[in-house]
């Protein structure tokens, strides 16, 4: 922090003075985004760094905030120590949890109390951000549904639903609706997410990121392989390097 006070002083760094806490919300989305990806590829050093910059980047907001006369450092903790203490009540209270299960039960329990101190809002899906990607929040939107009941009762049924979507789809397609099809993407990529949250297990973003890695890697050996042999991708041809790519697969595998 008093590094960042000397940079925002009237005789600081130009560009940390110029910043507000809506431009470093852009710069906070990168960095979120490459320590996520150093957590995917288990890069310790890279983590650090990263984790540094997204530090960083929340106490130049809470700096912000300290010049505006807002709020300060130590309210951000007290707030938050506070706010663990009261949702861990099977810890530091009388109540009981002892499966993640539970604890997930009692920590919406609690949080359903707090929200009863403020104003009722118009939809169970006003609290969910408009800035998420639109893979999480698709995913929390479908989530915040559920609660209320409104869900499929089993994996089978919102994988007919993608089935209907593909078919909807294809239906545009044929139809050469340009509009439709664009509409009927967006249903498909929405009934997938759908899938992904029923499941229960890794979210959206994680998935897909896997897949680029990937797609990443199996193309990267496309291109190691056509440049040992004297080729290139724009001249190898789509079989050249749909067999390149099995044979990618077909490694993967052994």
Same mark, same amino acid.
């Given at each position: 922090?008093?590094?960042?006070?000397?940079?925002?002083?009237? =005789?600081?760094?130009?560009? /940390?003075?110029?910043?507000?806490? #809506?431009? &470093?919300? @852009? #710069?906070? !989305?990168?960095?979120?985004?490459? &320590?996520?990806?150093?957590? =995917? @590829?288990?890069?310790?050093?890279?983590?650090? =760094?990263? !984790?540094? $910059?997204?530090?960083?980047?929340?106490?130049?907001?809470?700096?912000?905030?300290?010049?505006?006369?807002?709020?300060?450092?130590?309210?951000?903790?007290?707030? *938050?120590?506070?706010?663990?203490?009261?949702? #861990?009540?099977?810890?530091?209270?009388?109540?009981?949890?002892?499966?993640?299960?539970?604890?997930?039960?009692?920590?919406?329990?609690?949080?359903?109390?707090?929200?009863? $101190?403020?104003?009722?809002?118009?939809?169970?899906?006003? /609290?969910?951000? #408009?800035? &998420?990607?639109?893979?999480?929040?698709?995913?929390?939107?479908?989530?915040?549904?559920?609660?209320?009941?409104? $869900?499929?009762?089993?994996?089978?049924?919102?994988?007919?639903?993608?089935?209907?979507?593909?078919? *909807?789809?294809?239906?545009?397609?044929?139809?050469? =609706?340009? +509009?439709?099809? /664009?509409? *009927?993407?967006? +249903?498909?990529?929405?009934?997938?997410?759908?899938?992904? @949250?029923?499941? +229960?297990?890794? /979210?959206? *973003?994680?998935?897909?990121?896997?897949?680029?890695?990937?797609?990443?890697?199996?193309?990267?050996?496309?291109?190691?392989?056509?440049? !040992?042999?004297?080729?290139?991708?724009?001249?190898?041809?789509?079989?050249?390097?749909?067999?390149?790519?099995?044979?990618?697969?077909?490694?993967?595998?052994?």
């Amino acid at each position: 922090m008093a590094v960042l006070r000397r940079l925002r002083a009237p =005789d600081g760094c130009p560009w /940390d003075r110029a910043q507000t806490r #809506h431009t &470093l919300t @852009r #710069h906070l !989305a990168g960095e979120c985004a490459e &320590l996520i990806d150093a957590i =995917d @590829r288990e890069d310790p050093p890279g983590i650090c =760094d990263e !984790a540094g $910059d997204v530090l960083m980047n929340l106490f130049l907001q809470i700096l912000i905030a300290e010049e505006r006369g807002e709020f300060t450092l130590t309210d951000v903790w007290k707030n *938050e120590i506070a706010k663990m203490v009261r949702r #861990h009540a099977h810890i530091f209270g009388d109540a009981s949890a002892s499966t993640p299960e539970e604890v997930t039960a009692l920590w919406e329990k609690i949080k359903q109390r707090e929200r009863a $101190d403020k104003p009722a809002p118009e939809s169970v899906l006003d /609290d969910v951000p #408009h800035y &998420l990607s639109a893979l999480a929040r698709a995913e929390k939107l479908q989530k915040k549904a559920a609660k209320t009941g409104f $869900d499929w009762s089993e994996e089978s049924g919102v994988l007919d639903k993608i089935k209907e979507e593909v078919e *909807e789809l294809s239906q545009a397609m044929a139809a050469k =609706d340009a +509009d439709a099809v /664009d509409e *009927e993407l967006g +249903d498909l990529l929405f009934a997938a997410v759908n899938l992904v @949250r029923f499941r +229960d297990r890794e /979210d959206s *973003e994680a998935l897909l990121r896997r897949a680029c890695r990937k797609f990443e890697r199996r193309f990267r050996y496309i291109e190691k392989n056509l440049k !040992a042999a004297g080729e290139s991708p724009g001249t190898a041809g789509l079989g050249r390097m749909e067999a390149l790519w099995q044979a990618a697969k077909t490694g993967e595998k052994e």
